[in-house]
Nanobody
């Protein structure tokens, strides 16, 4: 099983940017598609962004499309979520997860390994 650790969360102002990191160990992360999910207070966990195993295809949820990007660094065995022009509704705990599928999926049950989450608070 791949172990995942998210980092980079914190408190930022509306309109600012933040980069989250998802560091993997135990397995080579480049073998897996990776998804980012988030869960806001009193809401269900939702898909945010995904990147395929090869790093060439990315998928974004509509609320973050055009503002977030996702990249991966195979040398560091890490996937990043770059969050730009943050809004208050982006406030949530953000999780990264891996799936043995080669392409990212928005379907949460497809993901096998999950990180512990990192808190992102966006204030106005």
């Amino acid at each position: 099983q791949v172990q995942l650790v998210e980092s980079g969360g914190g408190l930022v102002q509306v309109g600012e940017s933040l980069r989250l990191s998802c560091a993997a160990s135990g397995r080579t992360l480049s073998n897996y598609a990776v998804g980012w999910f988030r869960q806001a207070p009193e809401k269900d966990r939702e898909f945010v962004a995904g990147i395929d195993a090869g790093g060439s295809t990315t998928v974004f949820a509509d609320p973050v499309k055009g503002r977030f990007t996702i990249t991966r660094d195979n040398v560091k065995n890490t996937v990043y979520l770059h969050m730009n022009r943050l809004k208050s509704e982006d406030t949530a705990v953000y999780y990264c997860a891996t799936t043995d599928r080669r392409v990212p999926t928005k379907w949460e049950p497809q993901y096998d390994s999950w990180g512990q989450g990192t808190q992102v608070d966006v204030s106005s």
